[in-house]
């Protein structure tokens, strides 16, 4: 079992940049491939960014890439998503997921953590 808690949201202005983290709990973090996802009003959830379990192999969705950079922190027990160069598309609540490592599925979710960006 795994506890996901998002922080970092908030509002920015267009070209600005935020960090988010996720705290999990549990000692079996590092066995956990990690995601950010977001969901904006009136769309379907999408998969933002992809970490396995050691850091290893990364992904990001082709309207990030570039701009946003996920991390993590084993020891710590947290993964990280920098966003840079924001826009109001970027505009949705932000979720950390997990996944047994090469599942290919994400089994915990946090609650998630707004991202608003003005224009």
């Known amino acids: 079992q795994v506890q996901l808690v998002e922080s970092g949201g908030g509002l920015v202005r267009s070209g600005g940049s935020l960090r988010l983290s996720c705290a999990a709990s549990?000692?079996?973090?590092?066995?956990?491939?990690m995601a950010w996802f977001r969901q904006a009003p009136g769309k379907e959830r999408e998969v933002v960014a992809e970490?396995?379990?050691?850091?290893?192999?990364?992904d990001y969705s082709h309207a990030v890439n570039g701009r946003f950079t996920i991390s993590r922190d084993n020891a710590k027990n947290t993964v990280f998503l920098q966003m840079r160069s924001l826009t109001p598309e970027d505009t949705a609540v932000y979720y950390c997921?997990?996944?047994?490592?090469?599942?290919?599925?994400?089994?915990?979710w946090g609650q998630g953590t707004q991202v608003t960006v003005s224009s």
């Open positions: 997921a997990a996944g047994p490592s090469g599942s290919d599925r994400y089994d915990y």
């Open positions: 549990g000692r079996t973090f590092g066995s956990y491939d």
């Open positions: 970490i396995n379990f050691n850091g290893g192999r990364i």
